[in-house]
């Protein structure tokens, strides 16, 4: 009995399946749709603002740790519609995830090109992960949308005003996405009542900007009150931040101004610059209280002190930095460049830099940390002056990741490194060089000069001159001065 009921049962599945099949012309693809069918995405297009950004979400349920992209068409659907472009949906959406029990970043920020003004209706699809033939891209609910674009104004936030006097946060104009606008900082007033301190343009990466505004471009801004405006850091002030509209017009206040800060004195500030895919990590600090001593920095790695980070090195900050002497208003050398130990630079570390208050305070971490070594390694560079008729090579040359570290130029004689040149000398870079300073905004000395050996300045030769990046990856990469190779036709013995 129970060998015919399960005979029975396994030939009414195959009547089932028989039917699906013929209801569906034996098209295996719908099939396949069938089976795939908890892989659509789903979302919603939450919005459109009036100055032209789209906002919503989308996912996958079935893969809910895999972002899915967004396309957009504009005044009319797929297939009638203008295509307009694809965003990807991972920002973060808490609301998202509690309401579908998922995890993951699921939002998505579109911005309209700045050409599309006036009233249009936008069209939203989720794109299906591992789309095959048979699966659906849906529109997303309440799309489509219509909107009258009016005018975008420029937009922005002050993030921070802190006690070592810097200023941070972005600003962009819509309708100038690839230009940097500039930025006005005023002090115990709004523009036209307080006293305006300083301008900067908003010109440094912030790829969270770009992901929260649907808007590309380096729109990231920080400016160091400068010394000789020490008095609007002691005590207790306010800060304005307003956008300069590069249109004309109003400039309105960036969002989260105006900031107040009170402190007894300027704290101890500085900053990590980089933490090369060498090992080297770069930056500086200083005390405004103390402008001509060097403060020491210490560095941690895999976490804060507070959280049980390990310190790894006590540096002095003493190396030459023109450019933070002219953007700090201070004197005195506050650069540093360190070569970690080769145990931590594998590229699995966090580093975290303090600068330690000479006047007892608590300990700072700089700015810009903490850092992971980069994954890209910026080439050293420099150039080949010439060769006299005495038979001196000058030149310069530096490394971006380690400026204040003077780099070995390798000269090889009649072929290239890899040719069949032979090396015929090493020399070091540490030489004044105002062309380098001025070309590289680095401060530091990376000038050479250096005597040819006796048999090469009797006849003619060729000098290939090269420099290799610093660190532990130094043998990687090596690169070709400028102005060389570099001919010279010799100098013949007296009769």
């Known amino acids: 009995m129970k060998k015919r009921l399960f005979f029975i049962s396994i030939l009414m599945m195959l009547v089932v399946l028989v039917v699906a099949f ?6 295996l693809t719908k099939v396949g749709a069938i089976f795939s069918a908890s892989k659509t995405p789903v979302g919603t297009l939450d919005g459109i603002t009036s100055d032209g950004r789209l906002y919503g979400w989308a996912l996958s349920k079935a893969l809910p740790a895999q972002t899915i992209s ?25 609301d998202v995830n509690k309401a579908l029990k998922v995890s993951g970043d699921h939002g998505f920020v579109w911005a309209v090109p700045p050409s599309v003004k006036g009233k249009h209706t936008f069209y939203v699809y989720a794109i299906t992960p591992n789309w095959k033939a048979g699966m659906t891209n849906p529109q997303l609910q309440k799309s489509p949308l219509s909107v009258n674009i009016q005018q975008r104004k420029p937009i922005g936030k002050l993030e921070s005003v802190t006690g070592d006097g810097v200023v941070r946060g972005w600003a962009l104009a819509p309708l100038h996405p690839g230009q940097a606008v500039s930025v006005r900082v005023y002090v115990n007033g709004p523009a036209g009542k307080g006293k305006l301190l300083g301008t900067v343009k908003a010109n440094l990466i912030r790829n969270d900007v770009n992901t929260s505004t649907g808007y590309a471009g380096d729109h990231g801004f920080r400016w160091y009150i400068p010394a000789k405006l020490e008095q ?5 002030h306010t800060f304005y931040v307003y956008i300069v509209n590069p249109d004309g017009g109003t400039n309105p206040q960036l969002s989260s101004s105006p900031k107040s800060i009170s402190t007894t004195y300027r704290l101890p500030s500085g ?31 895999d976490g804060l002190i507070s959280k049980g980070g390990k310190l790894i090195a006590t540096l002095q900050a003493n190396g030459s930095r023109d450019d933070i002497n002219k953007t700090t208003g201070y004197s ?7 070569l970690l130990p080769e145990l931590y630079a594998d590229g699995k570390h966090t580093f975290y830099l303090y600068v330690v208050d000479p006047d007892g305070g608590p300990r700072r971490l700089v700015g810009g940390a903490p850092k992971n070594l980069s994954s890209k390694s910026a080439k050293s560079y420099g150039q080949v002056d010439g060769i006299s008729s005495d038979g001196k090579v000058t030149g310069w040359a530096l490394s971006p990741e380690a400026p204040l570290q003077a780099l070995t130029v390798y000269v090889y004689a009649d072929g290239s490194a890899s040719k069949g040149g032979k090396l015929i000398g090493t020399i070091q ?47 990687i990469a090596k690169s070709l001065l400028r102005g060389s190779p570099v001919v010279f036709t010799g100098t013949p013995p007296e009769a």
């Open 22 to 27: 013929w209801s569906l012309g034996f098209d």
């Open 429 to 475: 870079a540490n030489q004044p060089s105002a062309d380098a300073n001025q070309e590289s905004g680095y401060g530091g000395d990376h000038g050479f000069s250096w005597q040819l050996p006796g048999k090469y300045r009797l006849d003619k030769h060729t000098f290939y001159l090269y420099v290799f990046n610093p660190g532990w990856k130094h043998g």
């Open 232 to 236: 609007y850091v002691k005590g207790k």
């Open 332 to 338: 005195g050398n506050h650069g540093f460049s360190w």
């Open 271 to 301: 900053y990590l610059d980089s933490a090369s895919a060498n090992g080297i990590l770069t930056g500086w600090a200083l005390a405004p209280r103390h402008p001509e001593q060097a403060v020491t920095v210490q560095v941690y790695v």
């Open 70 to 94: 967004v396309h957009i068409y504009l005044d009319g659907a797929a297939g009638k519609g203008k295509y307009m472009g694809a965003v990807k949906a991972n920002l973060p959406r808490a």
